[in-house]
């Protein structure tokens, strides 16, 4: 029988950027990304695929485009999209299976309700061929029922975060040997880290209901807030966290949300008295959240949602795989697969290249449909608002690969983040994902001694201006510069600079073609800087 006391755990973390499986988290601060923008127009059809009659708790997809099940009876696998399912029980001595997770090396992890002498928590490095038990090291605590399986690979091997009946543990040498946290009780659910490195997670029992974070890698936990999150939560790319929560104060239940690394957390105000099963994120950060007898789609980080079908079933367990669809595993009714968003433009490349001061963004679309162009925004890291410093007009319908670049112009030092608003000529618009660059202005003046010397008949100078708040060295964005060459008897020969530079590192030639032989200095000015250095050329 199933037990009531128990509810189906969703994946949680998730550290590889994975095309093929629901990615619950992203750690990976990366330059270039690849994706899609989409519309949101469209109405899926749901396939039915199979295991009619199956509890199922949790699906997950691999790499390879297998299909996980996790459902009461055990593992349920198929090869071929779901036309067909074996059954993977191959090793393991579990009751039921609350929840599947799949690594960034394809290493299956499971966990449950332990069938003594068996254990709660399993893993498998054949593709779910054979399940290997993990040993107890700490006074069968490890034998319990547990719920929730979790990898943030982080550091090398990976931290596998557990928890079960007697609290939450944590393993540095892949499950070899287990300690424990502060956290000693039941009920902790849906562990999991954001991009600023905070881990959470939920408790939905009345005793120890809340939202619990941790500083330190989950050695100690501190409940920040007394919403108790039911079923699921999301970590979104952004650092924020959607959260289907309870409040026991309002009496009511909807989905939660912080964008401040879980300090305070807002009711959207959406769904609100239902209960979300499963969140999904997929590579385009879209967000999937399944109920009882419906799923719903956010495009904008769950401001709005759009219904996206499945009217009936309660889908428990949601998932993405390499080509998009979706797939969802049903109460008692089996697995279904729709098609996820197709899009209109095709972006298959964003990228950020930093010089000196410069931010040069490039980005190349695969196909466009009525594209107007994209509107460039930036927004500093730690802060929420965007700003739109230039657009860059798109080319109409086409099915041709276009490159495109723009570049944001004397940049002050700090960490920024930049986005594409992509609008169509019907005046809807979609955002791209988010990049990060890190803009390091030089500190100092500098002058560097010519290389090659001696020289004959070129040299190259080095030279840097540095940001400075005085406005008389040159300010924040630099100054007037003055670099110029003189022979031994003072007399000037050449101006390599004369002109207004931003804060940056700098490289000229100098060409001493129709000059004589002998000993030769540059000066540079810059504010108050002023440097002077020798030079020989010799012919």
């Known amino acids: 029988m199933q037990k009531t006391n128990y509810f189906p755990i969703l994946i949680t973390a998730l550290y590889k950027f994975r095309d093929s499986i629901c990615v619950k988290l992203n750690l990976l601060f990366y330059v270039i990304l690849l994706f899609t923008m989409t519309s949101n127009s469209q109405t899926p059809q749901w396939e039915f695929m199979g295991l009619a009659g199956e509890e199922m708790y949790d699906i997950a997809v691999d790499d390879s485009g297998n299909v996980f099940v996790a459902s009461w009876t055990g593992i349920f696998k198929s090869t071929d999209n779901g036309v067909s399912w074996e059954f993977k029980n191959n090793g393991l001595q579990i009751g039921d299976i609350y929840k599947l997770f799949i690594d960034y090396e394809g290493n299956i992890y499971l966990c449950g309700s332990a069938n003594f002498p068996g254990y709660g928590l399993y893993k498998s490095t054949d593709g779910g061929e054979n399940w290997v038990g993990f040993a107890d090291t700490l006074n069968r605590n490890l034998n319990n029922n547990f719920e929730d399986v979790t990898i943030i690979p982080n550091e090398p091997g990976g931290i596998i975060y557990v928890s079960n009946e007697h609290g939450v543990y944590m393993s540095t040498d892949n499950g070899v040997s287990w300690q424990s946290t502060n956290y000693l009780n039941p009920c902790a659910r849906n562990i999991g880290i954001n991009k600023n490195g905070y881990m959470f997670f939920g408790n939905l029992c009345a005793s120890w209901f809340g939202i619990y974070r941790s500083t330190d890698r ?43 690394n879980g300090d305070t957390w807002f009711n959207t105000n959406t769904f609100s008295g239902v209960v979300s099963w499963d969140f999904c994120l997929d590579k385009n950060d879209d967000i999937y959240v399944s109920f009882a007898g419906a799923i719903f789609l956010s495009t904008n980080n769950g401001v709005s949602w759009i219904d996206y079908g499945l009217t009936g079933p309660a889908a428990l367990g949601i998932a993405i795989d390499s080509t998009g669809y979706i797939w969802a595993g049903a109460h008692q009714n089996g697995v279904y697969r729709a098609a996820g968003r197709t899009v209109p433009v095709e972006l298959a490349s964003f990228t950020a290249e930093v010089n000196n001061n410069n931010v040069l963004l490039s980005w190349i679309t695969a196909t466009e449909i009525n594209n107007q162009g994209f509107e460039i925004e930036r927004g500093e890291i730690t802060s929420q608002d965007w700003e739109m410093i230039g657009f860059v007009e798109g080319n109409g319908t086409t099915t041709e690969p276009q490159v495109y670049s723009f570049v944001d112009k004397e940049v002050l030092s700090g960490k920024y983040q930049y986005r594409l608003k992509q609008i169509d000529y019907d005046g809807s618009y979609e955002y791209s994902k988010i990049i990060e660059v890190d803009v390091n202005i030089p500190s100092e003046f500098f002058l560097s001694q010519n290389y090659p010397n001696p020289f004959n008949p070129t040299t190259k100078i080095k030279f840097t201006i540095q940001q400075t708040d005085n406005p008389l060295l040159g300010g924040a964005r630099g100054g007037f510069v003055s670099l110029k060459v003189y022979d031994i008897l003072g007399i000037e020969i050449a101006t390599l600079v004369n002109e207004e530079k931003p ?32 030079m020989l050329l010799m012919k």
């Open 503 to 534: 804060t940056g590192n700098y490289e000229v030639e100098f060409d001493a073609t129709g000059l004589s032989s002998g000993t030769y200095f540059y000066k540079i000015i810059a504010g108050y800087f002023l440097s002077v250095k020798k």
């Open 218 to 260: 989950g050695k100690h936990w501190v409940r920040h807030t007394p919403l108790s999150v039911e079923l699921s939560m999301v970590y979104l790319r952004d650092g924020s966290i959607l959260a289907g929560c309870y409040d026991p104060w309002l009496a009511e239940y909807g989905i939660y949300k912080t964008t401040d």
